[in-house]
């Protein structure tokens, strides 16, 4: 699967729900896959891999299987979604201005 349909994928799915967001996975831990499923692309995760899992408290008891590097999509994206929905909250968009030189004898 390309990375950008799986990065399609995973968004979809931290907006469905189906991947829990940032603050309901405390603990993330990994190691050798034994055949679970992926969550983000539904794909076998095999001995030969390794499988992040984390355990999610708000998702219920549940833990999130994932390979590695769909693991580290899953972060950019609920990353930045959390940095979207903040700056959504926030009115005024969270632009640093440089303060505006004065001009001096006015
Ligand atoms: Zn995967």
């Known amino acids: 699967m390309p990375p950008e349909s799986l ?3 995973i968004r979809q799915k931290l907006a469905n729900g ?3 967001m940032n603050s309901s996975v405390p603990r993330i831990w990994g190691g050798p ?3 679970e499923t992926c969550e983000a692309c539904d794909g ?3 001995k030969d891999e ?3 899992e984390g355990v999610s408290l708000a998702g219920g008891p549940k833990p999130v299987h994932l390979h590695v590097k769909c693991f ?3 972060q950019e994206e609920r990353q930045a979604m959390s940095r ?3 700056s959504d909250r926030a009115l005024a968009p969270a632009v640093s201005r440089a303060p505006t030189p004065r001009s ?3």
Do not use: D, E
């Open 104 to 106: 001096p004898g006015r």
């Open 18 to 20: 189906t991947l829990p």
């Open 7 to 9: 990065q399609l994928l």
């Open 50 to 52: 390794w499988v992040s």
């Open 84 to 86: 979207a929905q903040s």
């Open 33 to 35: 896959g034994n055949g």
């Open 72 to 74: 580290h999509l899953w």
């Open 44 to 46: 076998v995760i095999t």
